[in-house]
């Protein structure tokens, strides 16, 4: 191979075309001929990386750097690529050794501050975030993360300005919109929020947004035609905002529900829906149809409009289990200590079981595990003197999660799906939750707008589950059924 700059000229433009096969042989002809070609064994790094073999790129890239560690890009990718592997400590070395070379990139610090986001270091993250900002005053990606931050610090206003600048340098931006939506809620501004929460289905490309060839509700009379509300979200979204069938029966509409399978049954209770079914299944004819999150937008609904008569989920009148509980249990609690690891708020919601342990050496108080899932097998870590009632084998589905809490005195959870049904259902409900929770839960106050029943144990400082349990155990000892 004569000319090397033309080969990797050639090689550039097969791999920016999509043709990677071409590019890759070109790379590899060079390295044959020379095996320390750095800009081959850098662009063989990009093209692994492009083609999703992580590790192999991680092999190319540091076989790069040992040529030649002052390539700010090659640190760079490095630790995009390390950060993909979970490997976040050293991501964050070459992502500040990529600074050390290069201090004006806003995209170097933008990344080292995703990596701190998601190691946890949530000031590291600010201070990054910042300072993109400051090299790359239109960067409208580092102000959002920057809001990301800022609010699960606490500082709601802060992370409000952020997102607003977002959205002003990239007007057509769903996820700023969207963390808006969600931070105004969480200030209790249900007017401006709402409508600002509508712009989460167009972070959705048109292929996974439902195909409905009826019209969407506009929130007007309905006058006998058939709607269907259809769930979007998650098992608890469903659970909360299924109250609002009943507004939308009183509208006049005849209303059907699409749901998961694992709820189908249950919400045939619900007043005002006359027929469910679960998402995956043929559906009758409707005229006109809306996702269950929109309807607080579509019916106008503020914090003190709130439709919160409970119950308006009902557990099953029989079932095939019974708890049992020993001749001198006062209280029966019911708990979940983990939720759904897919939701993007999981590590933040998630106690884990560890901070229970104190509550149950309470005397003449019954702890049964609401727990399903992976996270169900952790009971089997506690010590041999603890005996908590694990259900997992019988809950089978949310009707079996009901028939189980109508028996309970009392449950105790995160913010799962098992918080809404079990406020849904009427039972009295404590939540413990981060500092700075799921919007639903609004700021500084220990009750629920949407669950009477229900009582909420915060988080004073990032992270302090220790705190929260504290109280849950000084209150659990007073409580009185």
Known sequence: MNNISDSLAIAILHQQAGRFFEAEQIYTQILQEQPNQVDALYLSGTLAHQLGDTEKAIAFYRQTLVINPALASVHSNLGIALKQQGLLTEAIQHYQEAIA??????????????????????????????????????????????????LHLGEIEAAISCYETAIQLQPDFPEAHRNLAEALLLTGDFDLGLAAYEWRWRMFPPEQLPNFATPPWDGSPLDGKTILLYAEQGLGDTFQFIRYAALVSDRGGRVILACLPDQVELLKTVPGVEQVFALDEELPQFHTQAPLMSLPYLLGTTIETIPAKIP?????????????????????????????????????????????????????VEFYSLQVGKSSQDLAQLPADIKIQ???????????????????????????????????????TWVVLPFIPDWRWLLHRDDSPWYPTMRLFRQESVGDWSGVFAKVGQKIMKYEV
């Open 101 to 150: 070379l290069q201090p004006n990139s806003a995209q170097f610090h933008y990344n080292l501050g995703l990596a701190f986001q998601q190691l946890g270091n949530l000031e590291a993250a600010k201070d990054s975030y910042h300072q993109a900002t400051i090299l790359q005053p239109s960067y409208a990606l580092a102000y959002n993360n920057l809001g990301l931050v800022l």
């Open 312 to 364: 308006y989920i009902f557990a099953p009148p029989s079932h095939n289990f019974q708890l049992a509980a020993s001749p001198e249990t006062k209280l029966k609690v019911g708990i979940v200590w983990a939720g759904n690891p897919g939701n993007r708020n999981d590590s933040k919601r998630t106690s884990g079981l560890q901070p229970f342990l104190p509550l149950f050496k309470i005397p003449a």
């Open 390 to 428: 694990d259900l997992s084998s019988y809950l089978h589905n949310f009707n079996d999660t009901a028939a189980a809490i109508a028996q309970l005195d009392l449950v105790l959870t995160i913010d799962t799906s098992v918080a809404h049904l079990a406020g849904a259902l009427g039972k009295p």
